[in-house]
């Protein structure tokens, strides 16, 4: 037993770090890691071998829309072991506010890209869950035809239901004994994202991704897009041509981009630029003070908490985690924060909730929390884990 404790210690401490170390960015609450496809092969291996669950999510448009309404679909991101940028429009967010994510990672391009892989020794096994009626075994006839990196090993329709009666446990123990490498969920990106949280721990796939239209693709019902259209962002209307029925989603979605570039975006870049013209003289360095107390710890964030300091952070980070089960943040000192930092913020927030943790901001200025609120980093009225003490409730 306590070799089991240690082991599990050992893999939550090699999370905390991985995470720590990831180069994400928040987009409207949304983590969104600046990594090319190479770097995410690399970490599919990576999990594959280990066995450590890694939960990938492929944010595009209808996520964000979705995560600004749902508190829960949006711990789904934040609870993510890695979130490639899906969708064009996520890509055009991170070039106007000058974030480092300059292509598409999309999850049926991941997808297509383990399939062509064949220099691993063994094809990487898989098993479809979900789709319609029919569609996930006709992707796993398809994918078996046919030599590659991957060889499907069982795939099962649940029928129309809710996540509750998707969790039963025949269905759980059905795909844990597959011993598949890679689960492909396919259940709407709503419903499948919080399918994989609430099975988390139940599931012993190492590899969890929710990347509904692949299963489509391969089964034949849906024919993608060819490469050209998805390269100039045209990809949805090419769906839309295969989906009559998504236009109202994506007429939706559209409405929904329009309204956040005017009430959120706009402004968040205002802000962030009203703060950094307002510490343009001094010197951008951040030094970060630790005051310990009883298993708890004060970080006091003195000066410029942005890109060009992360790394200093991470390390205190590191030490706060490993030692602390209450961490405070004050920012009372903090002159700007960028998109950068606050992406580290989130992992920081996603490593104590999984030690059992918390952690507390205090010192948030009125410039602060308008940027945290315009990023939908709300505090305790949305988001319970980040919670804005008095001292930053009389700020407000």
């Not at 969104?32 to 492929?58: C, Y």
């Not at 329709?157 to 123990?173: A, H, K, L, Q």
């Not at 988390?200 to 391969?218: C, K, M, Y």
Request: proline fraction near 3%.
């Amino acid at each position: 037993m306590k070799i089991d404790e240690i082991d599990v210690g050992s893999a939550k401490m090699v999370s905390v770090s991985e995470d720590l170390s990831r180069e994400v960015y928040c987009v409207l609450g949304v983590p969104v890691d600046a990594v090319g496809m190479d770097a995410v092969l690399r970490r599919i291996q990576s999990a594959a071998t280990s066995k450590i669950p890694f939960l990938i999510s492929t944010p595009n448009l209808n996520f964000l829309v979705t995560s600004q309404l749902d508190r829960d679909f949006r711990e789904t991101l934040v609870m993510s072991d890695l979130c490639t940028a899906d969708g064009m429009p996520i890509v055009w967010i991170a070039l106007l506010s000058g974030f480092p994510i300059k292509t598409r990672v999309a999850g049926s391009d991941i997808f297509d890209m383990l399939k062509a892989e064949h220099r691993r020794a063994d094809p990487l096994k898989i098993f479809f869950f979900g789709g319609a009626e029919g569609v996930a075994a006709a992707a796993s006839r398809v994918v078996n035809g046919r030599p590659g990196g991957i060889y499907c090993v069982g795939s099962l329709y649940p029928g129309f239901c809710s996540v509750e009666e998707m969790s039963r446990d025949e269905i759980i123990n059905s795909i844990n004994a597959s011993g598949a490498d890679l689960l492909v969920v396919s259940l709407g990106a709503q419903k499948g994202q919080l399918w994989l949280q609430r099975n988390h721990h139940r599931l012993t796939v190492p590899l969890r991704a929710h990347l509904g239209a692949s299963i489509n693709f391969e089964a034949g019902t849906v024919r993608r897009a060819p490469r050209i259209l998805r390269k100039l962002g045209l990809e949805w209307l090419w769906r839309i041509k295969e989906e009559p029925h998504l236009w109202r989603r994506y007429w939706n979605d559209g409405r929904a981009l329009a309204l956040l570039l005017f009430t959120r975006l706009i402004p968040l870049l205002l802000w962030t630029r009203w703060l950094q013209l307002g510490a343009l003289r001094q010197a951008e360095d951040l030094t970060v003070i630790e005051i310990h107390n009883d298993g708890a710890v004060t970080l006091s964030l003195c000066g410029f908490a942005n890109a060009r300091n992360v790394e200093k952070a991470i390390a205190v980070f590191r030490r706060a985690i490993a030692t602390s089960r209450q961490i405070t943040l004050d920012f009372s000192k903090t002159r700007v924060i960028d998109a950068r930092f606050l992406g580290l913020l989130l992992m920081l927030k996603k490593n104590v909730r999984c030690l059992g943790s918390t952690v507390g901001f205090v010192g948030l200025s009125p410039c602060l929390q308008r940027i945290f609120r315009l990023n939908r980093l709300e505090f305790e009225e949305v988001d319970r884990d980040f919670m804005l003490v008095s001292g930053a409730r009389r700020a407000a």
